[in-house]
């Protein structure tokens, strides 16, 4: 629901869902899907990274518009393009490193940079980074672009430990899980600001799942486990359409309790 007020731009419900256990698992689920669907798309249906982009990019502007349109979180289209940015966003790394010939300590960085300035503009504009207070149109736009920009970096950071470092998929994939746990343990124990750990485990996570993807995906040769883009990244969308099928129902129930008329 949009509201006017006086001194302020037209305001809405805030539609970003709480971060929960949940949240963590679905998006940790979408960046492994964001890299095992990438490779199925662009390598097994021979769509190359360009046409893979493009297809992409045309389903993400219609889930965007989907999503910036809506009236309040709407789970399934929420998570059907938070999916869509991983896979786009890890497009947007391969098509620089693979097409291009852009090394990866330079895509890192040039994302890192990125990110920065969008958090650094967001902060200016809105004086918050809050995922509490997407509650303009504005702070929605800057929120799907650090989105879209920590799916770029941690493609390009995770590929840099597991193949430019020559770390392993599994290695790669201790490494960011052991970050993350640092992370977790410094806001419950240490009370770090809760925005500035969310933002971390946030970009995080992404070569986490990224690593995970490769490490399941892999052939056993290249120091994964053999189950292919196809299997693996049926196995994570299944588990994401029930978990968002099910957050669906929770919030329906919630809003609609036994009694009320």
């Not at 969308?237 to 009694?259: H, M």
Request: hydrophobic content about 50%; charged content about 10%; aromatic content about 12%.
């Amino acid at each position: 629901m949009r509201t006017t007020t006086n001194d302020g731009p037209a305001r809405m419900l805030n539609k970003v869902p709480e971060v929960t256990l949940f949240f963590w698992i679905i998006k940790i689920m979408a960046t492994t899907v964001g890299e095992t669907a990438a490779d199925f798309l662009s390598v097994h249906l021979n769509l190359g990274l360009t046409g893979t982009a493009m297809a992409t990019g045309v389903l993400l502007v219609a889930f965007l518009v989907a999503q910036m349109n809506a009236r309040k979180y709407v789970p399934w289209i929420y998570w059907i393009t938070v999916v869509l940015l991983s896979i786009f966003g890890t497009l947007l790394t391969d098509n620089l490193v693979d097409g291009f010939g852009v090394p990866l300590q330079t895509t890192t960085a040039v994302f890192s940079v990125a990110l920065a300035a969008t958090f650094i503009a967001w902060h200016a504009s809105e004086r918050t980074l809050s995922i509490h207070t997407i509650t303009t149109t504005r702070r929605e736009l800057f929120y799907w672009a650090a989105i879209l920009f920590t799916f770029a970096l941690g493609t390009a950071a995770g590929d840099l430990a597991a193949e430019g470092m020559h770390l392993g998929y599994a290695t790669a994939a201790l490494i960011y899980g052991g970050l993350i746990a640092m992370v977790a343990c410094a806001y419950y124990v240490l009370k770090i600001n809760a925005i500035a750990a969310f933002w971390i485990a946030y970009v995080l996570t992404r070569p986490f799942g990224a690593s995970c993807g490769d490490l399941l995906s892999q052939p056993v040769n290249n120091g994964g486990l053999g189950l292919g883009t196809v299997g693996t990244s049926t196995i994570f969308l299944v588990t994401i359409l029930a978990l968002v099928a099910y957050l669906t129902v929770s919030q329906k129930a919630a809003s609609n309790p036994p009694g009320r008329r």
